[in-house]
């Protein structure tokens, strides 16, 4: 049984390190990153995790983090350069192929 983490900094910490883990030129969903760290709060809290990545060492590709339909959440514009530059498609706010380029988590680390 996994043990269950109560901390928000480590769970903040654990978030960041499985964004981390997301390759250039692929997406995920901030539910996909909830469900596979076991997390009841779910979307929401990966979503506030993102807002706290300034700084953080090595970087967090926080662009790389969508909703569940692939649109771009709360984006200035610099997430979706950021995307493009990875060789991401991005149309009014979505990204296109959304489907293709999802990486799920639970397929892709080992827990």
């Known amino acids: 049984m996994k043990q269950k983490i109560t901390d928000t900094t480590a769970i903040y910490k654990g978030i960041f390190d499985m964004v981390r883990c997301i390759p250039k030129g692929r997406v995920t969903s901030y539910g996909a990153i909830a469900k ?3 997390l009841k709060s779910g979307a929401r809290m990966v979503g506030r995790a993102m807002g706290f990545v300034r700084g953080e060492k090595p970087p ?3 662009q790389r983090v969508v909703n ?3 649109h771009l959440s709360g984006d200035d514009g610099t997430r979706q350069k950021k995307l493009e530059a990875e060789g ?3 149309k009014n ?3 296109v192929a959304f489907n293709q380029l999802f990486w799920n ?4 680390i080992e827990f």
């Open 36 to 38: 596979a760290m076991g």
């Open 60 to 62: 967090v590709p926080v």
């Open 68 to 70: 569940s339909s692939g």
């Open 88 to 90: 991401v498609q991005v």
């Open 93 to 95: 706010g979505r990204v």
């Open 105 to 108: 988590p639970l397929d892709e």
